[in-house]
């Protein structure tokens, strides 16, 4: 993660189908929602195959294809679905996919962006270096490579050996550096002289109520998660063998839409004001 960032310029070194695949088998175990696995992937090697590919690609990264040993292109399946009795057996899940086609392309998207950065830690993990691509024509290239299927291409990413002389990470770290003290400067403010009193100390800890803030954040998403997919979630509590799914669907809305802002309603009197209701300066 911190030798190398995307590649432009590549080795002339060949990269294996032996060793795609082992990038491909260790990619495929990684964790995507139902177990769904929307991505497909496209290995591109052939001087026929990037024939097909450079017409869709914009001319800045025309070279890095024509050099890269291998350009993969990453779709994802919007009939991910069909393949859910096999990939995940714990329920017939198929059935919440096919009749709400914007809860399917959201998940095939989503989950098809996942599978794609994980086949770049795998390349990364054995040895290869890796140069994701926006800039290109989406519908050419599924003209191109997918007439008949069901998918759609989402992005490419070159694969090899990369040119360590044509790049440098020194011109990129003071950029870095300054992203890095303006996020702890978000989150860790620097304490502000305040002026004391004998009634309530104050205090400069902001890092627990902000904290709070950001638990009870996390409990309204996944609340308003399940509230858009109420049938989906008591699906998953009765796959789970527990009883009255709907019973638990409607505790778990409850606590956290409710429970997880409340927990976020005590903070300490130095940042409300004292118990009589004083704001102090």
Known sequence: MSKRRRNHAWQQKDVSDELLNQVFDLAKWAPTSLNSLPARFLFVKSKAAKAKLIPALSETNVPQVVAAPVTVVVPYDKKFYDELPTLFPAFDARPLFVTNPALSQATAFRNGSLQGAYLMLAARALGLDVGPMSGFDNAKVDEA??????????????????????????????????????????????????????????????????????????????????????????????????PLPIAGFLVAIVMEIWGGPASAGRLPYDLRGDRNGRIHE
Not at 147 to 176: H, P, T, V
């Open 145 to 242: 490579f997918f007439q008949g299927k069901s998918w759609k291409s989402n992005f490419l990413c070159n694969i090899g050996y990369g040119d360590a002389e044509n790049y440098s990470l020194a011109a990129r770290a003071s950029a870095l550096n300054k992203l890095a003290r303006s996020f702890e400067g978000f989150f860790l403010p620097a304490p502000v002289p305040q002026r004391q009193s004998t009634e309530c100390p104050v205090t400069n800890d902001y890092v627990a109520p902000f904290g709070r803030l950001l638990i009870a954040g996390v409990f309204l998403l996944s609340g308003l998660g399940k509230l858009a997919a109420p049938a989906m979630t008591q699906a998953y509590i009765a796959s789970t063998g527990l």
